[in-house]
C-alpha cells in the first residue's frame, strides 16, 4: 500500500498547471486522470495536451469523480478559497497554489475544515520542497552556520506596464505582494520558524491601485532580522542569503533554486547542485503522495499552520499600505 498510485486531478488549466502536469509526468505512481475548468473547451483542450481521460466543464462536476484522490488547485488568487473548499467538501484531499488565499480570514476556513474533517491539505509552495533547500534545511538543523542573525532575499521581476495584466489588477488579487514577496516571506518563515514580532515597510503603490514593488524589514523578539524585498515592475538579483554566528549559506536566484552553497568561517565551502530535468513542481506532488500513503493530513515541509500564519503576516503589510481587495 505504501507505494500504492495516487491519481490526480486539476482545477484550472491555465499555465502554471500545464507545468505542473508536465512534471507530474516524471512522478512516479502518479496518474493524472481529470481536469475541470469553468469552461469545458479549455478542459478538452488541457486533457488532449496531456493525454488526461477525464474533462468536466465545471468545478463541481471534476470535485465528483470517484478516481481522483487528491487536486491540484491551479486556478487565480480569489477563487482558491472557493476551489478548495469544493474539494474538501468533497472529501477530497488538496494542494493549492500559493497565495494560499486573499487573506487569512478565507485561509483559516480552509484549515479549521480540513482539520475537522481529517483531509490533507497542503499550500503548494514549490520552491521550499525542491533538493537544494531540502539540503539548506539540514545545514540550518545541524548549526553549521550557527544561529542566524539576518535574511536577506529578494524575488523582483518587471511585467512592464500592462494595466490589464492580472499581476496589475487588483480585482484579481494582483500586485506584488501575493505573487512575488510571499516567496521572501515564506522563506524568512522557513528559516526562523516564527513570524516577526516587528514589520517595517515601504510600498510603492502604482495607477492601478496594486503594491508594485516593496521593501521589508521584519524584526523578531530574540533580535534576529530579515529583510526582503519584491517586485512586479522592477528587475532583481533574486539571491537569499542567511547570516548566522559561524558562517552563512547563499542561494543563487533561490525561487528556482538548483543550488545552494555552505560558507562556514574557516573552512572552504560546500556546494550543492541540483541536476533536475524538470521545473520542479514534481517535489511538491511527491511531498503530497508521500503524505497520503503514510496516512497524514498535513505536510511536516509546509504545515497548514504555518501556512496560516504567513497569511496573517501577509494581511499585517497591507494593513499598513491601507491595501485591500475587492470583497473583502
Same mark, same amino acid.
Request: negative net charge.
Given at each position: 500500500?505504501?507505494?500504492?498510485?495516487? *491519481?490526480? $486531478?486539476? @482545477?484550472?488549466?491555465?499555465?502554471?498547471?500545464?507545468?505542473?502536469?508536465?512534471?507530474?509526468?516524471?512522478?512516479?505512481?502518479?496518474?493524472?486522470?481529470?481536469?475541470?475548468?469553468?469552461?469545458?473547451?479549455?478542459?478538452?483542450?488541457? !486533457?488532449?495536451?496531456?493525454?488526461?481521460?477525464?474533462?468536466?466543464?465545471?468545478?463541481?462536476?471534476?470535485?465528483?469523480?470517484?478516481?481522483?484522490?487528491?487536486?491540484?488547485?491551479?486556478?487565480?488568487?480569489?477563487?482558491?478559497?472557493?476551489?478548495?473548499?469544493?474539494?474538501?467538501?468533497?472529501?477530497?484531499?488538496?494542494?493549492?497554489?500559493?497565495?494560499?488565499?486573499?487573506?487569512?480570514?478565507?485561509?483559516?476556513?480552509?484549515?479549521?475544515?480540513? *482539520?475537522?474533517?481529517?483531509?490533507?491539505?497542503?499550500?503548494?509552495?514549490?520552491?521550499?520542497?525542491?533538493?537544494? @533547500?531540502?539540503?539548506?534545511?539540514?545545514? #540550518?538543523?545541524?548549526?553549521?552556520?550557527?544561529?542566524?542573525?539576518?535574511?536577506?532575499?529578494?524575488? $523582483?521581476?518587471?511585467?512592464?506596464?500592462?494595466?490589464?495584466?492580472? #499581476?496589475?489588477?487588483?480585482?484579481?488579487?494582483?500586485?506584488?505582494?501575493?505573487?512575488?514577496?510571499?516567496?521572501?516571506?515564506?522563506?524568512?518563515?522557513? +528559516?526562523?520558524?516564527?513570524?516577526?514580532?516587528?514589520?517595517?515597510?515601504?510600498?510603492?503603490?502604482?495607477?492601478?491601485?496594486?503594491?508594485?514593488?516593496?521593501?521589508?524589514?521584519?524584526?523578531?523578539?530574540?533580535?534576529?532580522?530579515?529583510? #526582503?524585498?519584491?517586485?512586479?515592475?522592477?528587475?532583481?538579483?533574486?539571491?537569499?542569503?542567511?547570516?548566522?554566528?559561524?558562517?552563512?549559506?547563499?542561494?543563487?536566484?533561490?525561487?528556482?533554486?538548483?543550488? !545552494?552553497?555552505?560558507?562556514?568561517?574557516?573552512?572552504?565551502?560546500?556546494?550543492?547542485?541540483?541536476?533536475?530535468?524538470? *521545473?520542479?513542481?514534481?517535489?511538491?506532488?511527491?511531498?503530497? @503522495?508521500?503524505?497520503?500513503?503514510?496516512?497524514?493530513?498535513?505536510?511536516? +515541509?509546509?504545515?497548514?499552520?504555518?501556512?496560516?500564519?504567513?497569511?496573517?503576516?501577509?494581511? *499585517?503589510?497591507?494593513?499598513?499600505?491601507?491595501?485591500?481587495?475587492?470583497?473583502?
Amino acid at each position: 500500500m505504501t507505494e500504492r498510485s495516487i *491519481k490526480w $486531478g486539476i @482545477m484550472g488549466p491555465g499555465g502554471i498547471s500545464s507545468q505542473f502536469a508536465k512534471d507530474l509526468q516524471q512522478v512516479e505512481g502518479a496518474e493524472l486522470v481529470a481536469v475541470g475548468s469553468k469552461s469545458l473547451e479549455r478542459a478538452e483542450a488541457f !486533457a488532449e495536451k496531456f493525454n488526461i481521460p477525464r474533462a468536466y466543464g465545471s468545478y463541481e462536476e471534476v470535485v465528483k469523480d470517484e478516481e481522483v484522490d487528491i487536486f491540484y488547485i491551479g486556478t487565480l488568487h480569489p477563487a482558491h478559497r472557493d476551489n478548495v473548499m469544493t474539494c474538501l467538501r468533497a472529501g477530497k484531499a488538496v494542494i493549492c497554489e500559493k497565495p494560499f488565499t486573499i487573506n487569512a480570514a478565507e485561509a483559516e476556513e480552509m484549515v479549521s475544515y480540513a *482539520k475537522a474533517n481529517k483531509l490533507f491539505l497542503m499550500e503548494a509552495m514549490w520552491s521550499r520542497y525542491l533538493p537544494p @533547500m531540502a539540503k539548506v534545511r539540514e545545514w #540550518l538543523q545541524a548549526d553549521l552556520i550557527g544561529e542566524v542573525q539576518l535574511v536577506q532575499a529578494n524575488f $523582483g521581476f518587471d511585467i512592464g506596464y500592462q494595466p490589464e495584466h492580472r #499581476l496589475l489588477n487588483r480585482e484579481l488579487g494582483g500586485g506584488a505582494l501575493l505573487d512575488a514577496g510571499i516567496y521572501p516571506i515564506s522563506l524568512a518563515s522557513m +528559516v526562523y520558524g516564527k513570524q516577526p514580532s516587528n514589520i517595517m515597510s515601504s510600498v510603492h503603490i502604482g495607477e492601478t491601485e496594486v503594491d508594485e514593488r516593496f521593501s521589508l524589514l521584519f524584526e523578531y523578539d530574540d533580535g534576529r532580522k530579515a529583510m #526582503l524585498n519584491a517586485s512586479v515592475r522592477l528587475g532583481m538579483v533574486n539571491d537569499a542569503f542567511f547570516y548566522g554566528t559561524k558562517g552563512y549559506i547563499h542561494i543563487p536566484n533561490f525561487l528556482f533554486a538548483a543550488s !545552494a552553497s555552505l560558507h562556514v568561517r574557516d573552512e572552504e565551502p560546500v556546494h550543492f547542485n541540483c541536476d533536475r530535468q524538470t *521545473k520542479g513542481y514534481n517535489y511538491e506532488a511527491m511531498e503530497a @503522495m508521500a503524505c497520503l500513503r503514510e496516512g497524514r493530513t498535513e505536510s511536516r +515541509v509546509m504545515p497548514v499552520d504555518e501556512t496560516l500564519q504567513i497569511m496573517q503576516t501577509l494581511d *499585517k503589510i497591507r494593513a499598513q499600505w491601507k491595501l485591500t481587495y475587492p470583497g473583502e
